[in-house]
């Protein structure tokens, strides 16, 4: 489930949603198995003035490997910004190339939140603007560390 809505500065904080789900299924495609008929209406409030603002890291030098190749790159990462939802960060990469990684959300009982849906661009001749969104959204209160590779940048 994916919901996008344009912003609207005139709306306010405040976002009234109706979410209407129909027939609970199993499977997918050709398995597709309906396993309670029915329609569910939920109603609930978004407020976005009660959304935690980024937590900012330190600039930190790290190695990191590929998550494709497995080849171990030499990286800086600045303007590291934490959220619940997910990771923004700049990487310079010596050599220019575009290393796959995945950051992780460590929590302070030791769960792992795997970083997914990667992507980033070119802003220099080798410094990329990366972002990632975290695989559920987080209590940042509990995070204790952003994982690149094998190295851990503690949460303030």
């Known amino acids: 489930l994916l919901f996008e809505r344009t912003f609207d500065p005139d709306q306010g904080d405040l976002l009234s949603v109706t979410l209407t789900l129909t027939d ?7 398995d597709r198995q309906v396993a309670v008929e029915g329609t569910w ?6 407020d976005r003035s009660r959304v935690p603002p980024p937590v900012s890291l330190p600039d930190t030098q790290a190695v990191v490997t590929d998550y494709f190749s497995g ?3 030499a990286v800086h990462f600045t303007n590291i910004q934490v959220t619940s939802t997910g990771l923004h960060y700049d990487l310079t990469v ?3 190339d575009f290393p796959d990684l995945w950051p992780v959300l460590v929590l ?3 769960t792992e939140i795997n970083g997914k849906d990667g ?4 802003i220099g001749e080798d410094t990329f603007r990366c ?4 695989s559920v959204p987080v209590d940042l209160s509990q995070a204790a560390a952003v994982r690149f590779g094998d190295t851990d940048i503690p949460l303030p």
Do not use: I, K, M, V
């Open 119 to 122: 992507s980033g661009s070119r």
């Open 94 to 96: 010596e050599n220019g």
């Open 24 to 30: 609970l299924c199993r499977g997918s495609g050709s």
């Open 71 to 73: 080849e171990r790159y």
């Open 131 to 134: 972002a990632h969104r975290w």
């Open 108 to 110: 302070e009982d030791g």
């Open 41 to 46: 209406e939920f109603q609930f409030t978004l």
